[in-house]
């Protein structure tokens, strides 16, 4: 009997359950690596803008941006809307301008569209000059973020200044700009700076020198027909920041009109 009760005994089979993605599961790991990859991103990005100038951050923007783009501009393409922005007076911030401006496709304002135009008319970048070519070689023009800066200086043999007057060239330098720039609204700043002194004195008269062509220029301009009122500011910088290697040079002796941008009342001010 005892053997045939063993027979008949009921057998157990245990089985284990595994829960997919429980404890032990790997979807964290896919997170997680998504996560790094992400920071690493972010740390990459950061290293970039701090190692590039503007001109290269422009040029990275400009790799990543569509081929037709939505923009107050044509950009060329054939598409639905030409390239064109489905807004008329769409505008954007420009950073650095302090808020919100009107802009181009390019992401200038209007007002650098307007100090470029008066770049390119002295220079004579679309045709004549409005300066003789004779004595274009002493003008260099360039935009910054205070302004267009009109430089005036000096060579060899061609001084703006003799006996603390203005030259001819000087003169002739200031007439062939003044109309442009009496039709402009914006405030003007004169700075003067001088070579240096070939011999170390206890008291260096470039100081006064500067300070006195300064001068000379601020009433030099309403002679020729610029309001007095434009003029804001009128500094002497001795022989700091030269231009040329030599400090001794004649070419660091020159004077800079710069047409500041707009933070002044409108033009009628000005009458």
């Given at each position: 009997?005892?053997?045939?009760?063993?027979?008949?005994?009921?057998?157990?089979?245990?089985?284990?359950?595994?829960?997919?993605?429980?404890?032990?599961?790997?979807?964290?790991?896919?997170?997680?690596?998504?996560?790094?990859?992400?920071?690493?991103?972010?740390?990459?990005?950061?290293?970039?803008?701090?190692?590039?100038?503007?001109?290269?951050?422009?040029?990275?923007?400009?790799?990543?941006?569509?081929?037709?783009?939505?923009?107050?501009?044509?950009?060329?393409?054939?598409?639905?809307?030409?390239?064109?922005?489905?807004?008329?007076?769409?505008?954007?911030?420009?950073?650095?301008?302090g808020g919100i401006a009107?802009?181009?496709?390019?992401?200038?304002?209007?007002?650098?569209?307007?100090?470029?135009?008066?770049?390119?008319?002295?220079?004579?970048k679309g045709g004549d000059?409005?300066?003789?070519?004779?004595?274009?070689?002493?003008?260099?023009?360039?935009?910054?973020?205070?302004?267009?800066?009109?430089?005036?200086?000096?060579?060899?043999?061609?001084?703006?200044?003799?006996?603390?007057?203005?030259?001819?060239?000087?003169?002739?330098?200031?007439?062939?700009?003044?109309?442009?720039?009496?039709?402009?609204?914006?405030?003007?700043?004169?700075?003067?700076?001088?070579?240096?002194?070939?011999?170390?004195?206890?008291?260096?008269?470039?100081?006064?020198?500067?300070?006195?062509?300064?001068?000379?220029?601020?009433?030099?301009?309403?002679?020729?027909?610029?309001?007095?009122?434009?003029?804001?500011?009128?500094?002497?910088?001795?022989?700091?920041?030269?231009?040329?290697?030599?400090?001794?040079?004649?070419?660091?002796?020159?004077?800079?009109?710069?047409?500041?941008?707009?933070?002044?009342?409108?033009?009628?001010?000005?009458?």
């Amino acid at each position: 009997m005892a053997g045939k009760d063993d027979n008949t005994r009921p057998i157990i089979i245990k089985r284990k359950k595994i829960i997919a993605g429980g404890h032990h599961g790997g979807a964290w790991k896919v997170a997680y690596a998504d996560f790094v990859t992400a920071m690493m991103a972010f740390f990459m990005l950061m290293w970039l803008l701090n190692a590039t100038t503007d001109k290269q951050r422009k040029g990275l923007a400009d790799y990543f941006s569509p081929t037709i783009a939505f923009s107050p501009t044509s950009g060329g393409g054939d598409g639905a809307l030409g390239g064109r922005s489905m807004s008329a007076d769409a505008s954007r911030i420009q950073m650095g301008r302090g808020g919100i401006a009107p802009t181009n496709a390019n992401g200038t304002t209007e007002e650098d569209a307007t100090l470029a135009a008066l770049e390119a008319a002295i220079m004579g970048k679309g045709g004549d000059s409005l300066i003789d070519k004779d004595i274009l070689r002493h003008v260099t023009v360039r935009l910054t973020d205070q302004g267009l800066v009109l430089e005036f200086f000096a060579l060899p043999g061609s001084p703006l200044f003799t006996n603390d007057a203005p030259t001819p060239l000087m003169r002739d330098l200031l007439a062939s700009v003044v109309p442009e720039l009496s039709d402009l609204p914006n405030a003007l700043a004169i700075e003067a700076f001088a070579a240096s002194e070939p011999l170390v004195t206890r008291d260096p008269q470039v100081w006064p020198v500067t300070q006195q062509r300064a001068d000379i220029i601020r009433r030099t301009l309403p002679e020729l027909g610029l309001s007095s009122r434009r003029i804001v500011r009128v500094t002497g910088h001795a022989d700091h920041r030269p231009v040329a290697a030599n400090p001794l040079s004649a070419r660091n002796d020159r004077i800079e009109l710069v047409v500041l941008r707009t933070t002044v009342p409108p033009r009628e001010a000005w009458r």
